[in-house]
Nanobody, 122 residues
Framework: QVQLVESGGGLVQAGDSLRLSCAAS????????MGWFRQAPGKERQFIAS????????YYADSVKGRFTVSRDNAKNTVYLQMNSLEPEDTAVYYC???????????????WGQGTQVTVSS
């Protein structure tokens, strides 16, 4: 497994931007597909984005496509989520996750961070 710690959340206004970071330790970061998920109060955890081990392939949920960008820096053992044009509906706890295997599926993530709160006011 790999240990994950998210940071960068906060309170912003609609239309603002935030960049979340997720620092990994414990295993070879470059071996893991990385993903971002979020969970709003009273709702199920939702897939947001994922990125392949080398960073060349990315996938997004339709709800964030065109507004959010996932990237990674394997030299820094960190994955990022750049969030632009934030909307109140983006309010949630955001989690990063890691898995071995295919980047094209959203299942199989076995390592999770503790989450970081993002609140978007209207």
């Amino acid at each position: 497994q790999v240990q994950l710690v998210e940071s960068g959340g906060g309170l912003v206004q609609a239309g603002d931007s935030l960049r979340l970071s997720c620092a990994a330790s414990g295993r070879t970061f470059g071996d893991f597909v990385m993903g971002w998920f979020r969970q709003a109060p009273g709702k199920e955890r939702q897939f947001i984005a994922s990125i392949s081990v080398g960073g060349s392939r990315t996938y997004y949920a339709d709800s964030v496509k065109g507004r959010f960008t996932v990237s990674r820096d394997n030299a820094k053992n960190t994955v990022y989520l750049q969030m632009n044009s934030l909307e109140p509906e983006d309010t949630a706890v955001y989690y990063c996750a890691a898995k071995r295997g295919s980047v094209t599926t959203i299942v199989g993530f076995g390592s999770w961070g503790q989450g970081t709160q993002v609140t978007v006011s209207s």
